[in-house]
């Protein structure tokens, strides 16, 4: 075998180990179970109903370890942006807002399919949509990230 074609082998040995590890983490990393109801049925609330509270007045989500800030003490923007998920919009980005937050970051629960959603909680100033994001789970969870998925806390949307 030449050089070059034993090159060509072993990148594409080396390409084919990457793909298989890749998709053999995905396949264990959503099989492993998360704390908290996992039923991939869950839908949102309805547009104009609440999507904080919990069954028993707690504030949705705190199961997940994460912070619990009010809305209140959160960026004016996401305030406004709370304010049109409970209408059902308009977003000032229709393309990207209420679309699935597939949570690659696995900051989140883990949980099946179309079950969070994400918008965009504006940044004054900034050219493009900015780092923020409101994330709303089928439980009625709300959660935000003021820098690009890195990092969430639960909002409590009632204060």
Do not use: C
Not at 103 to 117: I, Q, T, V
Request: charged letters at 20%; aromatic letters at 8%.
């Amino acid at each position: 075998m030449t050089p070059g074609r034993r090159l060509s082998v072993a990148l594409i040995g080396l390409i084919a180990l990457v793909v298989f590890g890749w998709v053999f983490k995905d396949l264990t990393s959503s099989s492993t179970p998360s704390s908290g109801p996992t039923s991939s049925s869950a839908k949102p609330a309805a547009p104009g109903k609440s999507t904080s509270a919990a069954p028993g007045g707690a504030v949705a989500g705190t199961e997940s370890g994460l912070d619990v800030k009010p809305l209140s003490s959160l960026p004016s923007q996401a305030a406004d942006t709370w304010k049109l998920i409970e209408k059902n919009g308009p977003f000032p980005y229709p393309r990207n807002d209420g679309v699935e937050f597939q949570n690659r970051e696995k900051r989140l629960p883990a949980k099946a399919g179309d079950y969070y959603k994400e918008y965009t909680v504006p940044t004054p100033g900034s050219p493009d949509r900015g780092a923020r994001r409101l994330i709303t789970g089928g439980q009625r969870e709300v959660y935000y990230t003021g820098d690009h998925y890195d990092s969430f806390v639960v909002v409590d949307v009632r204060k």
